[in-house]
């Protein structure tokens, strides 16, 4: 569990390609832009939120962001105190990405 700057997710991403990304905004911010190949998981939807979290790989690599980091800082402790061994959270958020952002995919909404 750790907090990473926009390079450190960068050299995750390139070093960890089966890494999952998570937009924990709500689908009218996803569907806003997002960072290429994340999915959304609404955290805003408590409930769906941890019935997604119940079944995905807790050795899998996750990097979640938000808007600002504030909510997906609050995903990152939540997916830990589940037992994830590996959870990133984008400081800043995307307001602190430096890329450009994509379009979602109907098959990125979790």
């Given at each position: 569990m750790k907090d990473i700057t926009t390079n450190q997710w960068k050299e995750k991403i390139a070093s960890d390609p089966s890494?999952?990304?998570?937009?924990?905004?709500t689908p009218a911010e996803f569907n806003g832009g997002i960072i290429p190949n994340a999915?959304?998981?609404?955290?805003?939807?408590?409930?769906?939120?941890?019935e997604k979290l119940s079944s995905m790989d807790k050795q899998k690599s996750?990097?979640?962001?938000?808007?600002?980091?504030m909510r997906s800082a609050q995903a990152m402790m939540l997916m830990n105190q589940l037992g994830f061994a590996d959870v990133s959270n984008l400081?800043?958020?995307l307001m602190a990405w430096d890329?450009?952002?994509v379009r979602p995919t109907v098959?990125?909404?979790a």
């Amino acid at each position: 569990m750790k907090d990473i700057t926009t390079n450190q997710w960068k050299e995750k991403i390139a070093s960890d390609p089966s890494a999952m990304i998570i937009d924990v905004r709500t689908p009218a911010e996803f569907n806003g832009g997002i960072i290429p190949n994340a999915v959304n998981i609404d955290i805003s939807n408590w409930h769906l939120f941890l019935e997604k979290l119940s079944s995905m790989d807790k050795q899998k690599s996750y990097l979640v962001y938000c808007r600002s980091g504030m909510r997906s800082a609050q995903a990152m402790m939540l997916m830990n105190q589940l037992g994830f061994a590996d959870v990133s959270n984008l400081i800043g958020g995307l307001m602190a990405w430096d890329e450009s952002l994509v379009r979602p995919t109907v098959s990125q909404t979790a």
